[in-house]
Structures are given as C-alpha cells and as structure tokens.
T-cell receptor, first 115, second 110 residues
Framework: NAGVTQTPKFQVLKTGQSMTLQCAQD?????MYWYRQDPGMGLRLIYY???????DKGEVPNGYNVSRLNKREFSLRLESAAPSQTSVYFC??????????????FGDGTRLSIL | RKEVEQDPGPFNVPEGATVAFNCTYS??????FFWYRQDCRKEPKLLMS???SGNEDGRFTAQLNRASQYISLLIRDSKLSDSATYLC???????????FGPGTRLSVLP
C-alpha cells in the first residue's frame, strides 16, 4: 500500500542549481497536486493536474514547472533554485472532483534547503 | 480576507478535556469539506470528511453550517496522541482546488 511516493526525501542545493522532485501514486487517481509548506504559511498550491495531459497554476507557481508524465507520475522542477524556495514540498492525489468528499492523499514530503 | 480561516491557537488542554475548533470559509461554491491532522514534520492525513448533516467518528464530531459558511470539529476525551495541527480544507464540487486553512495546533497535556 504505497499510496503517494515522493523522492527524494531530503535535498540540499546551491542557489542556481536545478532539480526535479518526483511523485508517483498507485491509487489510479486522476488529479495530482504539488504544495509547499512554510512555517506560519500553511499549505500553498504550486501546480496541479486535474487529469493526465493537463496542468494548471496554483497560488505560487513562479519559479517552478511541472510535468504530468502519465496518470501515475507528476514531477516538479526547479530550473534555477533560489533561497526563497527552501521549504517542505508535498505531493498529493485525489479522485476526480465531480464526486463530493473525495479527499486528497499526501506523500510524506521532500525537505528542500537552498543555500 | 483569506479563503479559509481557523482559530489561531495554540490550544493547550489536559487529557480528558473536550476541545472545539472552528473554521470559516469565504467561497459559497465550496461543496466538499474535510478535517486533516498533521503531526510535526509529517504529511497531512485525512481525519474525517464533513457531511451536511454532521458526522461522528468515535471521539470526533464534525459539523457544517452552510448558511454561515462555518465548520467545526469537536474532540471529546482528549488523548495525548491527539496532539497535532488540525487543518480545515474546503473544495468546490467541480473544481480541483483544495483550499487549506492555516491550521490550529493542539497540545494535550498529561
């Protein structure tokens, strides 16, 4: 019962480096999401993908790109990392939203520090 | 005004106490409601969905008031293991955006 799997769990980058955070879900969910969580800020949506082949910006998309590789996988890329992107990143998935009360399921997060 | 607001907390209560959390949302099109809990340095986990008629799961009771755009969570007989941050979440029925409140931290003290 893997659910939502994120890799890596921890990463330290230097300013200007690039990296991709990986996320995969095995629940056959249509929708996938990337959030960041900063102290005192709560969870903020970066990008989401309602279904395979579509992606949309969330509240804080600047500095990020995403790829919905297939139904299972949704990656988040930082092209040129900045210290302001130091955060905990969570990936989540859910069933398509026409049904009420379909919750999100979260991965256990990636802790990213940018020096 | 933030889309989802919660009691600022923190709440420090003794074991066995009853504690209530409040949440208000601004988008009247919101149709799905949830309470999540998040332990320190862990991912959010679904605690319970919130239904229009209210619902109960053991020591936890959730209520929804659509007219006032208000959600509540009641925890009875608090346990040490209930210590966590509780997140209120709302979603439009046909949208894909889950909106999270900032969370209310609960510490249950021995």
């Amino acid at each position: 019962n893997a659910g939502v799997t994120q890799t890596p769990k921890f990463q330290v980058l230097k300013t200007g480096q690039s990296m991709t955070l990986q996320c995969a879900q095995d629940m056959n969910h249509n929708s996938m999401y990337w959030y960041r969580q900063d102290p005192g800020m709560g969870l903020r949506l970066i990008y989401y993908s309602a279904s395979e082949g579509t992606t949309d910006k969330g509240e804080v998309p600047n500095g990020y790109n995403v790829s919905r590789l297939n139904k299972r996988e949704f990656s988040l890329r930082l092209e040129s990392a900045a210290p302001s992107q130091t955060s905990v990143y969570f990936c989540a998935s859910s069933e398509f939203g026409v049904h009420r009360n379909q919750p999100q399921h979260f991965g256990d997060g990636t802790r990213l520090s940018i020096l | 005004r933030k889309e989802v607001e919660q009691d600022p907390g923190p709440f420090n209560v003794p074991e066995g106490a009853t504690v209530a959390f409040n949440c208000t949302y601004s988008n009247s099109a919101s149709q799905s409601f949830f309470w999540y809990r998040q332990d320190c340095r862990k991912e959010p986990k679904l605690l319970m969905s919130v239904y229009s008629s209210g619902n109960e799961d053991g020591r936890f009771t959730a209520q929804l008031n659509r007219a006032s755009q208000y959600i509540s969570l009641l925890i009875r007989d608090s346990k040490l293991s209930d210590s966590a941050t509780y997140l209120c979440v709302v979603k439009e029925n046909y949208g894909q955006n889950f909106v999270f409140g900032p969370g209310t931290r609960l510490s249950v003290l021995p």
